[in-house]
C-alpha cells in the first residue's frame, strides 16, 4: 500500500481508535484496485469479507429493489464499516460511475490487529459505544416525535 493509503486510513473514523502500529499492520495488508466505469464492485447479498475504502473516483451504491435508495461514495469514504468487525452480507450494490482505486480490507486482518493490539480495541469499543449511544438517542426522538403526530387532536 502506498502512503498516501496509509494517510488515508488515518482519517477515516473507524481507524481513528487504532494504534500506529496497528494501522500500519492494516495498511500492509491492504489490496489497491483500480476499478473501470461501469464495472460491479461488489452485489447486494453478497457475503462481505470487509470494507472498501474509495481512494478515487465515484461509486453508486443502490439497493432494496426499486423503491430503495441510491447513494454514491467518494475518496474517503469507507463502505461496509460492519463487515470489518463480524460476517454479514452487502447491503447494495456497488457500480463505480467513473475510473475507481480502490483498497479493500479484510475482516481477517482487522481481527488479528484488534488481537495484537488490544488497547486499540478498547479505543474501537468506546467509539463505537459512543456512536451507538448517539444512533439509540436519535432514534427516541423520532419515536417521540411520531407519538406526537399519531396523538387524536
Aim: hydrophobic share 45%.
Amino acid at each position: 500500500m502506498s502512503g498516501t493509503g496509509l494517510e488515508l486510513l488515518r482519517r477515516l473514523e473507524f481507524f481513528s481508535a487504532f494504534s500506529e502500529e496497528a494501522l500500519r499492520l492494516i495498511a500492509f495488508a491492504t489490496d489497491e484496485q483500480v476499478v473501470a466505469a461501469g464495472e460491479t464492485v461488489f452485489k447486494e447479498g453478497a457475503a462481505a469479507a470487509g470494507g472498501v475504502v474509495v481512494v478515487s473516483g465515484l461509486l453508486r451504491l443502490s439497493g432494496g429493489g426499486e423503491a430503495g435508495a441510491t447513494l454514491t461514495a467518494g475518496p474517503g469514504d469507507l463502505i461496509g464499516e460492519l463487515a470489518l468487525l463480524i460476517p454479514t452480507t452487502r447491503a447494495m450494490t456497488a457500480i463505480a460511475e467513473t475510473e475507481c482505486t480502490l483498497l479493500t480490507v479484510s475482516r481477517t486482518v482487522v481481527k488479528r490487529a484488534l488481537g495484537e493490539f488490544p488497547d486499540t480495541a478498547v479505543r474501537l469499543h468506546h467509539l463505537l459505544s459512543g456512536r451507538l449511544t448517539e444512533l439509540n438517542a436519535g432514534l427516541t426522538a423520532v419515536s417521540r416525535m411520531l407519538e406526537k403526530i399519531d396523538r387524536p387532536l
